[in-house]
């Protein structure tokens, strides 16, 4: 059984920095990105940044020069490193992972949650 494990989320001051991490266990397959989302209340749930198993790094522009997303493919582990945080930047920030798995003909394809770290910014 898959499991995505975060940490680091918590409250901070506007203008603070956080780290969060998340590791992945379990049989994976192929893990093609790995990558967080947040949700705000009332809102839905929106890419932050993700990054692929070659390194490639995408960001969603409200975060762009802020936060940074890096990778340890041999450990399986994905964080974000957020700095010069806003009150609009809290919300619950959940891991993602999207794999591959299966024979060569008939591949799948499947993203993958963790449970959500809650991130609180005051101002």
């Known amino acids: 059984q898959v499991q995505l494990v975060e940490s680091g989320g918590g409250l901070v001051q506007s203008g603070g920095s956080l780290r969060l991490s998340c590791a992945a266990s379990?049989?994976?397959?192929?893990?093609?990105?790995m990558g967080w989302y947040r949700q705000a209340p009332g809102n839905q749930r929106e890419l932050v940044a993700d990054?692929?198993?070659?390194?490639?790094?995408n960001y969603a522009a409200f975060v762009k020069g802020r936060f940074t997303i890096s990778r340890d493919n041999a450990k399986r582990t994905v964080d974000l490193q957020m700095n010069n945080l806003k009150s609009d930047d809290t919300a619950i920030y959940f891991c993602?992972?999207?794999?591959?798995?299966?024979?060569?003909?008939?591949?799948?394809?499947?993203?993958?949650w963790g449970q959500g770290t809650q991130v609180t910014v005051s101002s």
């Open positions: 993602h992972l999207r794999r591959s798995y299966g024979p060569v003909e008939r591949v799948v394809s499947e993203d993958l």
């Open positions: 379990g049989r994976i397959g192929s893990i093609d990105s």
């Open positions: 990054i692929t198993s070659g390194g490639f790094t």
